[in-house]
């Protein structure tokens, strides 16, 4: 697939995050717990006035029935949902985090 054929999907966006995620781990390097990760995401999310919700939970619905709860890490520009994984020694390992594309939804709607 040649992706210069295609246009990329929240292109500005992902790199915003995959520039906030390379700087905190140049920071904080390899060896601590995830939500040190996504507080020190929150931190350079903030710093760089990058929009972001922490832990937003959304109700999971299933034909019309409420089923569960559904929290992301991190939900940024609020169109973003991020995983944060503890970063592997290679650094595609940190870079593997789970980045879906989501619509903004009420809170009774799953994401």
């Not at 390097?29 to 929009?51: A, D, T, W």
């Not at 089923?67 to 593997?96: C, N």
Request: aromatic fraction near 8%; proline fraction near 3%; charged fraction near 25%.
């Amino acid at each position: 697939m040649n992706a210069n054929k295609h246009e990329l999907l929240l292109q500005k966006e992902v790199y915003a995050l995959v520039g906030c995620a390379l700087e905190v781990l140049n920071v904080r390097g390899h060896g601590l717990h995830e939500k040190v990760y996504e507080n020190c995401l929150c931190v350079e999310f903030r710093l760089r006035n990058i929009s972001y919700n922490q832990q937003e939970r959304h109700q999971v619905l299933y034909k019309g029935e409420l089923v569960g709860d559904y929290i992301p890490d991190l939900v940024v520009q609020g169109k973003l949902i991020v995983r944060v994984y503890q970063p592997a020694r290679d650094i595609d390992g940190w870079l593997t985090c789970t980045c879906r594309l989501s619509q903004r939804r009420s809170s009774r709607s799953s994401p």
